[in-house]
């Protein structure tokens, strides 16, 4: 599935089952109804992006494609974010 909307926050977490990985989780928002509010980027990804820093994709747009959901977090396969902040800042 195909999901689109804004990252609220996100953060590198030490991956549960192998600790010399780890893995992007984070909080979106404008996804449709029935669609999971958190996802999931694997490090296989994050090794292929530059730009999917946790300090700096707060507030931009993305396109994710999820294949699948697990515990209300869906996995992705593809990642695109937009380049700029599209989102008021929380902390303004």
């Keep these: 599935m ?15 089952d192998d600790e010399n990985r780890v893995h992007l ?3 979106v928002q ?12 694997p490090f296989e990804i ?8 946790p300090d700096t994709v707060g507030g931009r747009a993305f396109r994710a ?6 515990n209300g977090t869906g996995i992705v396969t593809a990642i695109e974010v937009g380049p700029a ?8």
Aim: charged share 30%; glycine share 6%; proline share 8%.
């Design 2 to 16: 195909t999901l689109r909307g804004f990252i609220r926050s996100a953060e590198l977490l030490q991956d549960p």
């Design 25 to 27: 989780t984070a909080s």
């Design 30 to 41: 404008g996804v449709s109804p029935g669609q999971p509010r958190k996802i999931l980027v």
């Design 46 to 53: 994050l090794l292929t992006l530059d730009d999917l820093d």
């Design 65 to 70: 494609e999820v294949e699948t959901v697990e």
């Design 85 to 92: 902040r599209v989102l008021r800042d929380p902390e303004s």
